[in-house]
């Protein structure tokens, strides 16, 4: 089963290391070889599936379980709050996000990996054990950014009943609570980074208006001041520094 996994999962790294062109028969090509080769059960078979339909999720599940997604809508709505349509692009937002979720979690992931990784590939404890064990610091990390508000909510639509301690939170009520808590979050740092640029807006809106000038758009003149201002209070260091010191 081990072998297995391996094939699998090395499967899923060709997947996006080769042409789109050839991904999707390199992939297949190698669950088929390992499916054939295979001399387990059919419980094994059925691991192999439910291993590859997570990998296949998987980058669903780290943006849902880590400080992604909060990151990613906090820079959107600063480009969006400067009206500077697709500067910076999108991938660059992303790329940014993307670095930043990595020192973020870097605690994280390095205890996971110490206390489940580790000692799963030395053999010291079983895949289950691995899981149960991975799980607790991305609880920690999940709860102490979700409110217990949103925690009930889930625990509610899952049927589930209030557990006594964190460990028994199951992920399937405590990912989507913390998904929308931090939706909220990135939502109300959102409106206090639109606020300034909207009292700009406003400002040349008047002056223009009084000047008689209704033909000028607003927009591209205040744009010229907005973008001063946000140099001026180095705005992305600041952004930045307040998105990474909100997780600790």
């Known amino acids: 089963m081990g072998k297995q996994i391996f094939l699998i999962a090395s499967g899923f790294v060709a997947f996006f290391s080769f042409p789109k062109n050839v991904q999707a028969a390199e992939l297949l ?17 059925i691991q192999l599936f439910v291993l590859l339909t997570l990998l296949s999720l998987g980058s669903a599940f780290l943006v849902l379980t880590t400080s992604f997604t909060r990151i990613v809508v ?19 937002l992303t790329g940014l996000a993307i670095f930043l979720t990595f020192f973020i979690m870097k605690p994280v992931y390095n205890q996971v990996i110490d206390e489940a ?50 460990e028994d939170l199951s992920m399937t009520v405590l990912v989507p ?30 002056i223009l208006m009084s000047m008689g000038m209704f033909m000028l758009s607003p927009v591209m003149i205040s744009l010229p001041f907005k973008l001063l201002l946000f ?14 010191q909100g997780f600790q």
């Open 231 to 244: 140099v001026l209070v180095d705005g992305w260091y600041l952004v930045v520094e307040s998105l990474v």
């Open 117 to 166: 990784v580790t000692p799963y590939l030395n053999d010291e404890i079983s895949l289950e054990e691995a899981i149960d064990i991975g799980e607790d610091p991305l609880k920690d990390f999940m709860s102490r950014q979700t409110r217990d508000k949103d925690i009930q909510l889930f625990l509610d639509i899952s049927g589930e009943k209030q557990p006594q301690d964190l």
């Open 74 to 92: 906090v820079l959107s709505f600063t480009r969006s709050s400067l009206g500077t349509q697709q500067n910076p692009p999108n991938i660059v």
């Open 29 to 45: 090509d190698t669950v088929s070889d390992t499916l054939k080769n295979s001399t387990g059960t059919n419980s094994d078979t």
């Open 177 to 206: 609570a913390f998904a929308i808590s931090e939706l909220r979050t990135a939502f109300s740092i959102g409106f206090l980074i639109f606020i300034p640029f909207l009292v700009i807006d406003m400002v040349v809106a008047s």
